[in-house]
Structure formats: structure tokens, C-alpha cells
């Protein structure tokens, strides 16, 4: 099917539109749901498929039946990959009753697939027979490592083939390694600097950098972000970094640099937002927030994905992740009400950290739940989505008008 030819619905054609609709037939074949879509398929192996498709389909419908495409992939299924063949399978079995939608099809052979194609498959009458991922052999160590990051994150086997068939690392997993060596470099930088690798919250000059999230200088609006940057000594940098890179980094392979920034960049402000209106007096350093944003949502997927998440010793694995959360939160528990070496300014706030955990839970959660499906066809995310915009604007107010109302007594500026 060219890109400037009709398309065929139903037996009628349309004049296309610049996005290209997805049509799938439900389990029973009663209702056909057509999902907008702005993926441009290449035109060669679409045309390929096409006129292989159209000897199953004589009467030109765009549909088959699922005998006849059955018929299909026992004659060319040699020229598949073998789980796209079994991913088939499970949708012919899923619209037993039903039609096969060529445009589902293409979607499938050109690595996309909407919606309904993806609870077609769920609604399959078997489950996919062929081996499991983890008794292939023979894989390379590229191979190996996405099989691995595949069982770590997802929870199911449909899922996780069709990760590891379709993963180019290009690109590759850019975002969390970025922030983590600007995060060094930073620290790095203020240790020469200040002369001090551990605590160095407690130099005299450590506030004066321009990251930092201070009240006093709450007006500047990138010190909201920016304190992600700064720790207050080694021991808060290291936890951070491999909580940051062992659960960030397959994220990010798995649901790709902008849905992991999102959460990230979420918690990081959730935190900050947070101290700003529960610890009014108190800086805020580190990355915690979007970190614990990230290792919430990821722990309270395997939670509730229990028996689907096949990674290994998961139980053990899920303990340490909570025992390392807990010392990093309660280091900054200490620190916090630790006298400060400078006082009337307290040390940084712990509150950051409870910030990124309750965005985890909540909108971290249902991105990690919807993989590879749309963010903005989901209504739980968009409740989430608007309660934590509202917070966003609360605080913003409370920062503007509460500090002169209540007649909080900051710390001198530093």
C-alpha cells in the first residue's frame, strides 16, 4: 500500500489524511476500532507485505480471515522472526471468531503496534507456545545483556520477545549516564574546590554555588532543578549514583529517554516543591528526588507484576533496594537535624525524598505499567498527570505568598 494511494476500509475507500489509521478487529469481529496514528511506515516492506497480503484477500476488504492467515504464516513464516510468528499466532487464536486488519499487520512486520493490536493479543485463547527467551543459546553479549534488562523491567513473555527483537540501542540509554557524569563532575569540581570529599555540606562555602536550592533564593526558579548537582559529601553521591544507574539505565533501555526523563524531572521538582512548603527553612541538595521517583515506581512494579516478573532473585534483590533506600534516607534524616556548622542556616532537607516517592507511585507507576502503549490514551495518567500540576501550582503560590503571611524566619542568605 503506497503512501499516496486509497485506502481500503470495509470495502469502501477514503482519501488518506496525514495520519495513518490503525484498524483492528475486536475478539468477536463485531466492532471495529480505528486508532489514530502519526507513524509513516517505509514504503518498500510495506509494499512487500501488501502484495502478499492481497493474495489472502481476493475481494481487495483491507481483512482476512483468520483461517486464511493462518494459511499465511505457515507458508511465510520461514521469512519471519520467530517470535513476530508467535506474536501472530497469538493474534490469529485472539480474533478466532473474527478478521485479520492488514494495517495490523504492517504495524507488526515494520517494530509498531497500537492499542488494539496489543489486547487482541491479550485476548488470545493460548499462550504463546514456542521457548522462553531465557532458554535461547548462542546470543551475543549485546544479546544477552537485552534479554537480561527484558526480564529485569517487564513482566510479560509477549512483551519481553518483542523488546528483544526490536532493541537496536540506538539510541542508547543517554539521559541517566548524563546526568550521572555531570553529577560527578560537579562533585568534583566543589571537592577541589572546597578542598573536601565527605561532608561537604558542613564548608562554609558550599551554599554560596549557584545549584543549590536555598529559601532565601527561591526566586531563582532553576535552583528548583539545579540542586540535583550538588551533594553534601561522597557517601550521599554513591548511593545516589548506584541506585541512579542500576535501576535507571534499564529503564530508560526498556521505555526510552523521554518517559524516564519525565519521571525523573518530576520527582526532582516534586522534592524540591515539597521542602519549599513542609521544611521552610531548609536547602536542598542532591538527586534523591528523582531517583527515589524512579526506584519506587520500578519496586512497586515488580510488586504488583509479582508473579510475571521473572528476574532473578527478585525477593533478595527487592530487599537490598529497600535496605539501600533506607540508609540514604535515614543518613539525611541524621544529617538534618545534625547541629550545622553554620548555624542560623540548617542542613538540607530530607523531604526531597518522599517528594520523588509519592510521583513513583503514582505517575511513575502507570508509565512503566504501559510499555510501548500511549501515555495520552491512558485516563489514569492524566489524573495523575493533573493532581500533580495542581500541587505544582499550589507551591508555586505558597512560595509567592505564604513566606510573608506566615512570617517565616529564613536563614541569611549565603
Not at 538534618?336 to 513513583?360: D, I, K, T
Request: proline share 7%; net charge neutral; charged share 15%.
Amino acid at each position: 500500500m503506497e503512501k499516496g494511494s486509497p485506502r481500503m476500509t470495509g470495502g469502501t475507500r477514503e482519501t488518506p489524511v496525514n495520519s495513518s489509521p490503525a484498524v483492528a478487529a475486536n475478539a468477536e469481529g463485531e466492532e471495529i476500532e480505528v486508532l489514530e496514528s502519526t507513524d509513516v511506515l517505509p514504503v518498500a516492506p510495506e509494499d512487500q507485505w501488501k502484495s502478499l497480503f492481497d493474495k489472502y484477500d481476493p475481494e481487495n476488504s483491507g481483512f482476512i480471515s483468520t483461517e486464511r492467515f493462518r494459511d499465511l504464516l505457515a507458508t511465510h513464516g520461514s521469512e519471519l522472526d520467530p517470535h513476530k510468528l508467535e506474536v501472530l499466532l497469538a493474534l490469529a487464536d485472539g480474533n478466532a471468531d473474527g478478521k485479520i486488519c492488514y494495517q495490523d499487520f504492517v504495524n507488526l512486520m515494520s517494530n509498531k503496534r497500537s492499542n488494539s493490536f496489543r489486547r487482541a493479543i491479550l485476548q488470545g485463547s493460548r499462550q504463546l507456545k514456542g521457548c522462553s527467551l531465557r532458554d535461547e543459546v548462542g546470543l551475543g553479549l549485546s544479546q544477552r545483556l537485552v534479554r537480561h534488562v527484558a526480564y529485569e523491567t517487564l513482566p510479560r513473555e509477549v512483551d519481553r520477545k518483542w523488546y528483544f527483537d526490536s532493541y537496536t540501542y540506538c539510541p542508547p540509554p543517554w539521559l541517566i549516564l548524563a546526568i550521572t557524569i555531570a553529577e560527578v563532575a560537579v562533585f568534583m569540581y566543589y571537592g577541589f574546590q572546597l578542598d573536601r570529599l565527605v561532608l561537604q555540606v558542613s564548608s562554609p562555602s558550599f551554599l554560596k554555588s549557584p545549584l543549590p536550592y536555598h529559601p532565601q533564593l527561591r526566586a531563582q526558579s532553576w535552583r528548583y532543578l539545579s540542586y540535583i548537582f550538588m551533594h553534601t559529601g561522597i557517601e550521599h553521591l554513591s548511593l545516589n549514583m548506584a541506585m541512579q544507574l542500576l535501576v535507571g539505565v534499564p529503564l530508560e533501555m526498556v521505555h526510552g529517554a523521554l518517559r524516564i526523563g519525565l519521571v525523573y524531572v518530576c520527582g526532582v521538582l516534586a522534592g524540591s516543591l515539597a521542602v519549599s512548603v513542609t521544611d521552610m527553612t531548609a536547602p536542598v541538595v542532591g538527586s534523591s528526588g528523582g531517583v527515589y521517583a524512579l526506584v519506587s515506581a520500578h519496586l512497586a512494579n515488580v510488586v504488583m507484576n509479582w508473579s510475571g516478573m521473572k528476574c532473578q532473585f527478585k525477593l533478595f534483590r527487592m530487599a537490598m533496594a529497600l535496605v539501600c533506600m533506607s540508609v540514604e534516607f535515614g543518613r539525611a534524616v541524621w544529617l538534618r537535624f545534625y547541629p550545622p556548622a553554620f548555624p542560623p542556616c540548617p542542613n538540607p532537607s530530607f523531604v526531597a525524598h518522599l517528594g520523588g516517592v509519592v510521583v513513583g507511585l503514582t505517575l511513575g507507576v502507570v508509565v512503566l505499567q504501559n510499555y510501548e502503549q500511549r501515555l495520552q490514551e491512558q485516563s489514569l495518567f492524566w489524573i495523575f498527570f493533573c493532581v500533580y500540576t495542581l500541587f505544582v501550582l499550589c507551591a508555586v503560590f505558597w512560595n509567592i505568598f505564604a513566606y510573608s503571611l506566615l512570617d517565616v524566619r529564613l536563614p541569611p542568605p549565603p
